[in-house]
């Protein structure tokens, strides 16, 4: 079972920051917090990831709550392109190679 | 630099046949992993592979199995193929083993009449 969890829907309007959620209050020390998406008929894309401390690249921010039981996604300036489900996953070193997908959070982005 | 690439991206069978999928994976890359998205399931883990050997394998049956080469490409086969195999097989690559990110493929449609 997915260690995290995710609101199954969200909308954004096109140019507004878009923050995206997750509730992993189980997760472990050395698991990390990894951010997927995926667009319709693709393979998943790589987002971004962090343990601990915030980070940040050219497609998003992730913000980690200091306890680690909680973490956001921020697209910046939401774009039509960026609709898509996006799951958030929590993968340590003991997973072996394994992500565990849950349902993940359609976003919406609506002109 | 080439991503992940899946062949075929489309592929039609029918039940009792075998199927032979097969990833290449990003220049330098040497973890494949493969899942199983269907509508129903979701996202599923199939294996991982690394230097040729199988890491890890989630919970499918026998008739799901998988290589890796000498040059880190992968393929995987499904024998008896049933109706409920019908799914989107998508393969993972990622640099080593470990927590490192893995990059997808866009994977290849497989349906079973």
């Known amino acids: 079972d997915a260690k995290t969890t995710q609101p199954p829907s969200m909308d954004c309007a096109e140019g507004r920051a878009a923050n995206l959620p997750c509730n992993h209050s189980t997760i472990s020390g050395n698991e990390y917090v990894y951010w997927y998406r995926q667009i319709h008929s693709q393979g998943p894309q790589y987002i971004i990831h962090?343990?601990?401390n915030n980070e940040t690249n050219e497609m998003a921010s992730l913000i980690i709550t200091e306890d680690r039981k909680s973490s956001t996604l921020i697209l910046p300036h939401a774009t039509l392109r960026d609709t898509a489900v996006y799951y958030c996953?929590?993968?340590?070193?003991?997973?072996?190679?394994?992500?565990?997908f849950g349902q993940g959070t359609t976003l919406q982005v609506k002109p | 630099k080439a991503g992940v690439t899946q062949t075929p991206r489309y592929l039609i069978k029918t039940r009792g046949q075998q199927v032979t999928l097969s990833c290449s994976p990003i220049?330098?890359?040497?973890?494949v992993s493969w899942y199983q998205q269907t509508p129903g399931q979701g996202l599923q883990f199939l294996f991982e592979?690394?230097?040729?050997?199988?890491?890890n394998k989630g919970n499918f049956p026998g008739r799901f199995s998988g290589r890796q080469f000498s040059n880190s490409r992968s393929e995987m086969n499904v024998s008896t193929l049933e109706l409920g195999d019908s799914a989107l097989y998508l393969c993972?690559?990622?640099?080593?083993?470990?927590?490192?990110?893995?990059?997808f493929g866009d994977g290849t449609r497989l349906s079973i009449l």
């Open positions: 220049s330098g890359h040497r973890s």
């Open positions: 962090g343990l601990k």
């Open positions: 993972a690559s990622s640099l080593a083993q470990g927590v490192q990110p893995q990059h």
């Open positions: 592979y690394f230097s040729e050997t199988q890491r």
């Open positions: 996953i929590v993968f340590g070193s003991s997973n072996t190679g394994k992500l565990i």
